[in-house]
């Protein structure tokens, strides 16, 4: 059978051949694949809090929106390096991210603000995708590699900004332990990957958001993650 994808041979017998080819770095790119459909799936703890409560009400957006737009930047520059393993894993991101910060927004109660912001990163969003269609190939590449490792660096960031709520609140309940987590696994992965394949661009903003996420991974060692119930006061019997 023979299926093509952007050029490539995908057919059963040209992938049996190619995984045997290069056995121990296909097996890791497997582990990565596995481990990156778990993050990206690993939200589904938030979305079913949404539903039983029926509200995203106390949720922080922003780790959602930092993963849309880092993963569509990202899918830009995979379709740069015609790499279809990371394309095909970026479309599955940007399709389950939407999903589930349609859903963030379904469940909040106050939505005209935060739809208004969402509606202005969407716009600027097209506007870099737009400003890269009309430079010329190598160009676009190397713009495309900058917007995507500094989208990610950039989201890194929201990392010492829950750190800074879960320390004033003296509780980290307000986002699930699986994502960050798996992020923290999937992170070491791109490392590796990155110095596989030898692109700069994924070394520097993988090792950044590394080193972030670590950091907001320990605070749920170091705090509670449910708020204490407050005490009852005790009925005097005169």
């Known amino acids: 059978m023979y299926l093509e994808l952007w050029g490539y041979d995908i057919g059963p017998e040209a992938l049996a051949n190619m995984f045997?080819?290069?056995?121990?770095?296909?097996?890791?790119?497997?582990?990565?694949?596995?481990?990156?459909v778990a993050l990206i799936t690993s939200p589904?703890?938030?979305?079913?809090?949404?539903?039983?409560?029926?509200?995203?009400?106390?949720?922080?957006?922003?780790?959602y929106v930092c993963a849309?737009?880092?993963?569509s930047l990202w899918l830009r520059y995979a379709l740069f390096l015609e790499d279809p393993k990371l394309a095909l894993l970026q479309m599955y991101a940007v399709s389950m991210q939407s999903f589930f910060l349609l859903l963030f927004v379904y469940y909040r109660t106050k939505k005209k603000r935060l739809v208004r912001n969402l509606l202005i990163g969407?716009?600027?969003?097209?506007?870099?995708f737009y400003y890269t269609q009309i430079l010329d190939y190598d160009e676009?590449?190397?713009?495309?590699?900058?917007?995507?490792?500094?989208?990610?660096?950039?989201g890194s960031f929201v990392c010492p900004y829950l750190i800074y709520k879960a320390v004033t609140s003296g509780c980290i309940d307000f986002i699930p332990m699986a994502p960050v987590l798996f992020?923290?696994?999937?992170?070491?992965?791109?490392?590796?990957?990155?110095?596989?394949?030898?692109?700069?661009?994924?070394?520097?903003?993988?090792?950044?958001?590394?080193?972030?996420?670590?950091s907001l991974l320990a605070m749920f060692f170091i705090l509670p993650t449910e708020k204490p119930e407050?005490?009852?006061?005790?009925e005097v019997i005169c």
């Open 68 to 71: 849309l737009v880092g993963s």
């Open 230 to 234: 407050a005490e009852k006061p005790k």
């Open 183 to 214: 992020t923290w696994i999937m992170e070491i992965h791109a490392i590796i990957y990155s110095v596989g394949i030898d692109d700069f661009y994924m070394m520097i903003a993988n090792t950044t958001f590394f080193l972030m996420d670590g």
């Open 140 to 154: 676009a590449k190397q713009f495309a590699g900058r917007m995507a490792s500094g989208a990610q660096i950039a």
């Open 122 to 128: 969407g716009t600027v969003l097209l506007l870099i």
């Open 44 to 63: 589904l703890q938030a979305v079913y809090k949404w539903y039983r409560r029926q509200s995203s009400d106390g949720d922080v957006c922003l780790p």
């Open 20 to 36: 045997a080819e290069h056995l121990v770095w296909n097996i890791f790119l497997t582990s990565t694949a596995l481990h990156a």
